[in-house]
């Protein structure tokens, strides 16, 4: 199986993730969501995101693709996220940044070829 055709779920799949964690993580913050009793879903999905991020990261690596700097300054965000208090300013910043990587990533010229993550 090409290597993009392994890292293009993968890569949907970080980016979905992370947005509901994202998500749920300003819904909290904010007040619009009690994450008293399920604050374990917003982890787990940061989990599935971050693991998601560093296997098409590695594609992207592995294939010397033109968005790997976004992919591993995305992972590099989200490796540095745990070590932030949760509903601190600094959590919420490292989450914007990993987030705004992952769009720089997936929005580039056309006719490029990308993989990463949240690039297909």
Do not use: E, N
Request: hydrophobic content about 50%.
């Amino acid at each position: 199986m090409p290597a993009s055709s392994i890292a293009d779920p993968i890569a949907a799949a970080s980016s979905v993730t992370l947005a509901a964690a994202l998500a749920i993580g300003v819904g909290a913050q904010t007040g619009l969501i009690d994450t008293v009793r399920v604050r374990w879903i917003h982890h787990a999905l940061f989990a599935t995101a971050t693991t998601a991020c560093v296997a098409t990261a590695g594609v992207a690596v592995a294939r010397r693709d033109q968005t790997t700097p976004w992919a591993l300054a995305t992972v590099g965000a989200l490796a540095v996220l745990p070590r932030t208090r949760g509903g601190s300013i600094q959590h919420g910043a490292v989450a914007g940044i990993a987030a705004l990587c992952q769009f720089a990533g997936r929005h580039r010229l056309p006719g490029r070829r990308t993989v990463g993550c949240a690039w297909t």
